[in-house]
């Protein structure tokens, strides 16, 4: 080994000695039962999720409804320009 | 060993290095702490996915002190400055620990990318492959940027390393 490596070792060496702060960290909990309260929380937010999901719904399908089923092939002032064009 | 028991004894392992691994992220060690703390409870559900476990808990360390940093909340602090000589304890002679903490300071000045390899290899005691994991970068690269932070370690030492032995 050269100077330089032994250098690095012996850097290395006192490094490895230098001793980080204590620490303290608490464990995360175990996965718990949820409670009635949790339980209760949980159901309302399917419900409000699902209600949301048929109100998107039902005013899609009203806005498809909406829609007429043939579209004029040309918007109306087309037909006011012929109509000019005849006189 | 229940659950509890498995991670308690990863914090009693690797506690103290992930903490000084989170610090070089976030402003006070309180705040690595969190880190930390929030990173065990990412770890922890997705356990069993990782390859390397040690490698994907530092990953998770990283993660959550990065999250933690770019909070609004710690952004107010940004501009005290974290310094390292704080995060390690210094019960040696005066003289070491004069050097220990010049060391500290050198670590702040080394680039993020090999600070943050030098403490897994040293600190948390990782393989190169497992930094590599850990970082998503090659085993290769991880050796190289720990040789860099050496010598710029080195660099600033005294011509004689103390040894706390003798």
């Known amino acids: ?87 | 060993m229940d659950e509890a028991g498995q991670i308690q004894a990863l914090i009693n392992t690797h506690g103290r290095a992930l903490v000084l691994f989170a610090r070089q992220f976030v402003v006070t060690h309180a705040d690595a702490e969190d880190a930390v703390q929030d990173a065990f409870t990412r770890y922890w559900p997705r356990r069993k996915q990782a390859d390397d476990p040690v490698a994907f808990l530092y990953a998770c360390v990283r993660t959550a002190a990065l999250d933690l940093a770019r909070s609004a909340r710690r952004a107010r602090q940004r501009d005290l400055h974290a310094s390292h000589d704080e995060a390690f304890t210094f019960d040696h002679a005066a003289e070491t620990a004069e050097l220990q903490r010049m060391i500290a300071q050198q670590l702040d000045a080394l680039p993020a990318d090999q600070r943050e390899v030098l403490i897994m290899k040293i600190w948390g005691e990782l393989t190169f492959e497992q930094i590599a994991a850990a970082l998503a970068i090659s085993p290769n690269t991880a050796a190289s940027r720990y040789r860099y932070a050496l010598e710029k370690l080195a660099a600033a030492w005294p011509t004689e390393v103390p040894d706390e032995r003798t």
């Open chain 1, 1 to 87: 080994m050269n100077e330089h490596d032994q250098r690095l070792a012996d850097v290395e060496s006192f490094l490895r000695r230098m001793q980080p702060r204590e620490v303290n960290i608490t464990p995360p909990a175990d996965d718990e039962p949820l409670t009635l309260a949790d339980r209760i929380l949980v159901t309302i937010g399917s419900c409000g999720a699902l209600a949301a999901c048929i109100i998107v719904a039902i005013g899609f399908m009203n806005f498809s409804n909406a829609a007429p089923s043939s579209a004029p092939a040309r918007p109306a002032w087309v037909d006011v320009e012929k109509m000019l064009a005849q006189y």
